[in-house]
Structures are given as C-alpha cells and as structure tokens.
T-cell receptor, first 111, second 113 residues
Framework: LAKTTQPISMDSYEGQEVNITCSHN???????ITWYQQFPSQGPRFIIQ???TKVTNEVASLFIPADRKSSTLSLPRVSLSDTAVYYC????????????FGKGTMLLVSP | DSGVTQTPKHLITATGQRVTLRCSPR?????VYWYQQSLDQGLQFLIQ???????AKGNILERFSAQQFPDLHSELNLSSLELGDSALYFC????????????FGPGTRLTVL
C-alpha cells in the first residue's frame, strides 16, 4: 500500500479557498486517490476520488499532476462547518480493497 | 445518512466481558469493513468480509472475531475486554467496482470500565 503524507493541521477563515496537499510517492499504476472527511464522533464520509488530472464535484476539486506522486484537495469558500479531519488515501480501486487511514489533516475554519 | 446502520450506539461494560456489535450494510453492498478508532491510534482497519467470506485482515486482535451472515449483516465480537479496547467502532460497506468509496455507519462507542 502506498504511504501518504499530509499536513497535520491547517487553519483558514470562512470564505477562503483551502488546498490540502497529500504526497504519495509510491503510488501504483492501479491506485486511485480518495479523500474522506470526518467530523468528531462520526464515521468518515467520502468526498472525492480521482485517478489523474482534475476531478470536480459539488463539494470539492481534486488536482492530480501527471506523475501522480501528489494530489491536492481544494475546498472552495470554506465555512465553519468544514472544520473536520481530512484523510487522503491511496489504494487499488477494485471496490473491495482495504483502506489505510493515516492521521489526516485537521482543518480549523474560523469566522 | 449513509444507509449503514450499527447497533448499539453506546455500550458500557466491564473488563473481561464479551460484547457483540452489529452492522447492516447499505442495500446491495456485498463488502463490510470494521474499523476501530481510539484517540491515540486513529482509525485502524480491523477486518473485511465480502459476500460472507473473510477478505482481508488488518490489526485485529485474536480476542476479536467477526462474521458476515447470509443476509449480509455483520457482527464483531470482542471478548476478554480490556480498558484499552474502549473506542469507537465503525462499520463500512461498499459495492464491488466502487473504487474505494466506502460508506460508514454512525459507529458504536464502547466504554470498558
């Protein structure tokens, strides 16, 4: 399993764009990059997933450079409710592969 | 609401006891995963079942066991409980081909006194 490295914590203010970068130097050809969000005492929630280039959905964008050794989760115009832990995961995308969660990035959004 | 249900929500028991946690996956999902989350260890993968069969094992202790039944619900059995087993236990489910999108339940908070 490819190891991921992401910042332990980040601070932001309401209305700003937040970019969280994750490095995964040993990503394999079959690996997908997935981001999860977790609020205290709740289960993680899938945010976005990608394989290469850029993926966008209604809550976030995921930028993946050509070498795929890193990825950046972009949250546009964050609000207080975006305060959570964000996990970057890399794994084979069969649908029944296991997920390895690291420590994640604690994002604190202030007024 | 993820569609994954877990019971009970809270469980308080004593050291040395045995408990069973229950999980019902989303309709149509064949894979069930169990995770343990404690303050000092983060979210740890325990075990995965796919359509009734064990698929992968993570950091699951020998005192812990799980199974998935024909109706696809799963149970996690924790025995000889220790204080350090106090944690949130999450169940997640996914469908084959979902590219790692797992749907997590609300969790069971286990407190061992």
């Amino acid at each position: 399993l490819a190891k991921t490295t992401q910042p332990i914590s980040m601070d932001s203010y309401e209305g700003q764009e937040v970019n969280i970068t994750c490095s995964h130097n040993n990503i394999a050809t079959n690996d997908y990059i997935t981001w999860y969000q977790q609020f205290p005492s709740q289960g993680p929630r899938f945010i976005i997933q990608g394989y290469k280039t850029k993926v966008t959905n209604e809550v976030a964008s995921l930028f993946i450079p050509a070498d795929r050794k890193s990825s950046t989760l972009s949250l546009p115009r964050v609000s207080l409710s975006d305060t959570a832990v964000y996990y970057c995961l890399v794994g084979e995308g069969s649908g029944y592969s296991t997920l390895t969660f690291g420590k994640g990035t604690m994002l604190l959004v202030s007024p | 609401d993820s569609g994954v249900t877990q019971t009970p929500k809270h469980l308080i028991t004593a050291t040395g006891q045995r408990v069973t946690l229950r999980c019902s996956p989303r309709s149509g999902d064949l894979s069930v995963y169990w995770y343990q989350q404690s303050l000092d260890q983060g979210l740890q993968f325990l075990i995965q079942y796919y359509n009734g069969e064990e698929r992968a094992k993570g950091n699951i202790l020998e005192r812990f066991s799980a199974q998935q039944f024909p109706d696809l619900h799963s149970e996690l059995n924790l025995s000889s409980l220790e204080l350090g087993d106090s944690a949130l236990y999450f169940c997640a489910s996914s469908v084959q081909g979902s590219h790692n999108e797992q749907f997590f339940g609300p969790g069971t908070r286990l407190t061992v006194l």
